[in-house]
Structures are given as structure tokens and as C-alpha cells.
């Protein structure tokens, strides 16, 4: 009899190990980019914002101030923005997460290592502009929760792109 509760409960250990439910499993990148979009829309709805590009990617640029000149940040490129992120709660500027008077993204963090939605977004922007940048979950963080920032957030980031270098 005890060996019989032994492989019973070795073999509920397995099949318990072996369970496929973590939120990366269920994840539907597809359906959450629905969802968010739905919620960027709904937010410039709800707050009479009509003046916005819509990237194809599904990043919204609300562009403040143009800035000038003709350069166009890169991937390789070094900016320095200031900034402030917000998380979008429903039709609401939601809590700010992050932000920066004047951050130089120098060679420890080119464009290529931040979040997509941010070169997305600054594609747009030439120096000295500023922007509004709604960004969904999928070319933020997606899944995965960060500190002070929730799975599957659209976040909202106003930056201030006072300049940037061309990398390699």
C-alpha cells in the first residue's frame, strides 16, 4: 500500500511539474494588440485628440512641437530626450512611472535598446521637438510586468528630443 501512495503522489508531482499554464503560455500577442488599440483609441476619443499620426505599427505619435531640421533619428543613434511615462488608466493620464529632465542615451543604451515604441515614436520627431507618444503593450514591455508597470500596459511617454548623434 505505501508503495502505491508513493508512485501515486510521484507521479501528481510530475504531472503537476509538467503543467503548461504561466501567462507567457496563454499569451495571445494578436488579441492583446485588439485590446490596445481599442484603449488608445478610446483615450483620444475620450480627450478630443484628433491631431495624430497612427504608425502602421500601431504606435500613435501626437506630435506637440516639430522641432527642426531634416534628420531623421536611426537605430544606431545616441538621443538625448527628456522624459516622463505614464500608464494609461482607461480614458485618464494614468500614474508616472519614469521620467527624466534630460537623459543622454550615450553609447552604454542606443535606440536599439530601448523599448520599439520609443524609435517608432522619435522617427517622427526632429531636434528640439516634443511629442506624446501612445504605445502599445506588444513594442513596450508585453507580457512581462517591470517595476511600477503592469503585463500588457499601454504606456504614454511625452518626450522632448533636444538632440542625437548618428551611430555606427
Not at 494578436?30 to 478610446?42: E, F, G, L, M, N
Not at 552604454?108 to 535598446?113: F, G, H, I, K, Y
Amino acid at each position: 500500500m505505501k508503495k502505491i501512495l508513493i508512485l501515486g503522489l510521484a507521479i501528481i508531482g510530475i504531472l503537476t511539474a509538467c503543467k503548461k499554464d504561466s501567462q507567457e503560455d496563454n499569451y495571445d500577442q494578436r488579441a492583446q494588440y485588439v485590446i490596445d488599440s481599442t484603449k488608445i483609441a478610446a483615450y483620444l476619443t475620450a480627450n478630443n485628440i484628433t491631431n495624430v499620426i497612427k504608425d502602421t505599427t500601431g504606435v500613435v505619435i501626437e506630435i506637440k512641437q516639430q522641432g527642426t531640421g531634416n534628420d531623421t533619428i536611426r537605430w544606431t543613434s545616441y538621443p538625448t530626450v527628456g522624459y516622463a511615462g505614464y500608464l494609461m488608466n482607461g480614458t485618464q493620464l494614468g500614474a508616472k512611472f519614469d521620467g527624466s529632465d534630460s537623459t543622454n542615451f550615450d553609447l552604454q543604451l542606443q535606440m536599439n535598446r530601448l523599448i520599439p515604441g520609443w524609435y517608432i515614436g522619435l522617427r517622427y520627431v526632429r531636434k528640439g521637438g516634443t511629442a506624446r507618444l501612445y504605445i502599445p503593450s506588444y513594442l513596450a514591455y508585453g507580457n512581462q510586468s517591470q517595476p511600477k508597470i503592469p503585463a500588457n500596459s499601454v504606456l504614454i511617454f511625452d518626450i522632448k528630443l533636444f538632440d542625437f548623434s548618428v551611430g555606427n
